[in-house]
């Protein structure tokens, strides 16, 4: 498994599956044409980039380039990385017909293909790493298999100015991309002191 430095943005989540198995690293997704909309998600990969890296891993076709094209004006070019897969005519094996251009997608791409790609990208290495916010974590604060863990998240994602709408594991990924550990819990702990529970809602609370 390669274990690299920068975070990778693929399209769609089973782009992002295809990869999980090979890297060691967050995986964000664009939702398509969806990251186009979502400015709060454009928010957080700009962060993301600016603190670790990011590497842009699109299809080849042309809905590809566009959201590649969308990354590449959003983000500060020093902070982007760009991976590119080959055209290999074919269908991945879930979809009844090939795209329109007729070729395989990230999802259907051979797996050393894929690590081929991110190494000619210029994927840093990473050496040993700070021990990351875990599962064990957000369960501890209340963030996860609570009954009022989706609204905890939110609340927090809303204070620390991260998307609302994200799931434990994506929070998990976002936070190890922007924080270390002790900075994470330090800075819900901070939360806790003024509001309360984790956090508490209050009126004017902002990133």
């Excluded at 599956?17 to 939702?31: Q, R």
């Excluded at 809905?63 to 991976?83: D, F, S, Y």
């Excluded at 700070?130 to 064990?136: F, S």
């Amino acid at each position: 498994m390669l274990e690299i430095r920068e975070a990778i943005v693929v399209e769609g989540r089973y782009d992002k599956i295809a990869l999980e198995p090979l890297v060691d690293a967050p995986i964000f997704t664009t939702e398509g044409f969806g990251i186009f909309r979502d400015r709060d998600k454009m928010e957080l990969l700009r962060r993301v980039a600016e603190r670790r890296g990011l590497i842009v891993l699109t299809d080849s076709d042309g809905a590809g380039l566009v959201i590649r094209n969308r990354l590449r004006g959003c983000i500060p070019a020093e902070h982007l990385k760009h991976a590119y897969i080959p055209d290999v005519p074919g269908k991945e094996r879930r979809k009844k017909t090939p795209s329109r251009a007729g070729t395989l997608g990230v999802e259907g791409m051979d797996p050393e293909v894929l690590r081929a790609a991110l190494r000619r990208a210029g994927a840093t290495e990473r050496g040993e790493a700070a021990p990351p916010v875990t599962k064990g974590d957000l369960f501890a604060l209340g963030l996860s298999g609570g009954a009022d863990s989706a609204g905890r998240r939110r609340r927090l994602q809303k204070a620390l100015g991260l998307p609302e709408r994200l799931s434990a594991n994506a929070l998990l990924d976002a936070v190890n991309c922007l924080y270390a550990r002790e900075e994470f819990l330090s800075a819900v702990k901070s939360l806790q002191e003024q509001g309360g529970e984790v956090p508490a809602e209050q009126e004017g609370a902002g990133g």
